[in-house]
Each structure stands twice: as structure tokens, then as C-alpha cells.
């Protein structure tokens, strides 16, 4: 089992450029989780799908993130006009079901760096 | 509303001596699960502790947890601590639904 994977690792923009993670969640695996990950704000939740359905977008910030999941073997979160404020580690996670008793797997996230 | 609280942002510890980091919580909905996640550096944060029984000691790799509801605690306990403790340690409860509540984070640091 490959775990979760996520590219690239790292990615630096210039401010005002887009910028496109890739998820691909554990073979079998029917949710999918991103979330945002600073030393300040520490981990926030962004959005969840569920058998590709969005779910809960409730932690994106409306105006530049979005997220898809066109297929049950991958998800993106595309940032439009990126700002120096996102730089963090953006984190993808995978659950069996998504229900509450079932754990997150993370991937190793991607860093993102926007200059 | 919901909410994890981890009072500690940093604890320092010496090898060999015990550990404890602490979780609270309040919530006025039906909680499914509780956990611990660690993450060490430059990994991805993964399952330490998971709990949903009230009063019931859960281990893992030598930390133990134990639920209490009527304190609305869980915190995260090891006897000894060792060097590749070293972590960031998050607490989260859950939902039915699939919401995950999750505590800022407490970073432990062992010293020799």
C-alpha cells in the first residue's frame, strides 16, 4: 500500500500565480480530506469529499481555493492569485469512509512558498 | 461551539522521565472517537491513540491514553520518554458525520 501521495513536495510561486496540488488517496479509500498546515494557525481544515461528492468546503477560502475530485483516484486544490499568506504545508489526508470512527491517513503534504 | 484544547504549545522533558500532555474538550454533541495524531519532522501527521470508550485505557507504542467523559479529558501519558519522542502532537475528537475538532498542537521535546 503506496499510502497517500501528494505532488509536487514543494512548490514555490511568484505572488499572483496559480497553483495546483495533487492528491491521489489510498486504493479504496472513499474520503478525502485537505487541510492547511502553519506554525501559526497550526492544522486547519479545508475541505472533504466523499466518493468524489463535495461535502464540506467550509474552511476554503471562497475568492481563490478550490478543490475537485474528478475521479476516486485523485483530488486537486488549485490556489488562483496566490499571496505570501498562503505559504504553508498543504496537507491531503484519506479515510475509509469518512465516518468519525475511521482514522485519517495523511500524505507527506506539499509546501508551498509563495514569494 | 466545539473545541480542542491543548494547554501546552511546548513541553520539555528529560529522557527517562514521564510524560503528559494534555487534551480537554467541550462539546455539546455526540462524540464518536477520540485520538491522539503525532507528527514527526518533515513526516506526515499520523495515528498515535484512538479511543471511544469511556474509562478504557488505550496503548500505543508505550504512550497510553484513558477517556473520561466526566472530566471531558484524554490526555497522553508515557512512563518513559526517549529521544525519538520528539514530535508535534495533536489531540481530535469526531463526529458522527466525519468532522474532526483538532487541538493546536502541543510540541514535546526530550532532552538528554
Known amino acids: 500500500n503506496a499510502g497517500v501521495i501528494q505532488t509536487p513536495r514543494h512548490k514555490v510561486t511568484g505572488k499572483g500565480q496559480e497553483a495546483t496540488l495533487w492528491c491521489e488517496p489510498i486504493?479504496?479509500?472513499?474520503?478525502v480530506f485537505w487541510y492547511r498546515q502553519t506554525i501559526v494557525q497550526g492544522l486547519e481544515f479545508l475541505t472533504y469529499?466523499?466518493?468524489?461528492?463535495?461535502?464540506?468546503d467550509s474552511g476554503m477560502p471562497k475568492e481563490r481555493f478550490s478543490a475537485q475530485m474528478p475521479n476516486q483516484s485523485h483530488s486537486t486544490l488549485k490556489i488562483q492569485s496566490t499571496q505570501p499568506q498562503d505559504s504553508a504545508v498543504y496537507l491531503c489526508?484519506?479515510?475509509?469512509?469518512?465516518?468519525?470512527?475511521?482514522?485519517?491517513?495523511f500524505g507527506p503534504g506539499t509546501r508551498l512558498t509563495v514569494l | 461551539g466545539d473545541s480542542v484544547t491543548q494547554t501546552e504549545g511546548l513541553v520539555t522533558v528529560t529522557e527517562g522521565l514521564p510524560v503528559k500532555l494534555n487534551c480537554t474538550y467541550q462539546?455539546?454533541?455526540?462524540?464518536?472517537?477520540f485520538f491522539w495524531y503525532v507528527q514527526y519532522l518533515n513526516e506526515a501527521p499520523q495515528v498515535l491513540l484512538k479511543?471511544?470508550?469511556d474509562n478504557k485505557r488505550t496503548e500505543h507504542q508505550g504512550f497510553h491514553a484513558t477517556l473520561h467523559k466526566s472530566s471531558s479529558s484524554f490526555h497522553l501519558q508515557k512512563s518513559s520518554a526517549q529521544l525519538s519522542d520528539s514530535a508535534l502532537y495533536y489531540c481530535?475528537?469526531?463526529?458522527?458525520?466525519?468532522?474532526?475538532?483538532w487541538g493546536s498542537g502541543t510540541k514535546l521535546i526530550i532532552k538528554p
Open positions: 486504493s479504496g479509500h472513499s474520503a
Open positions: 469529499f466523499r466518493n468524489q461528492a463535495p461535502i464540506d
Open positions: 489526508a484519506s479515510s475509509l469512509d469518512g465516518w468519525g470512527e475511521a482514522e485519517q491517513f
Open positions: 481530535a475528537l469526531s463526529f458522527s458525520n466525519y468532522q474532526l475538532i
Open positions: 462539546t455539546t454533541y455526540l462524540t464518536i472517537a
Open positions: 479511543s471511544s470508550t
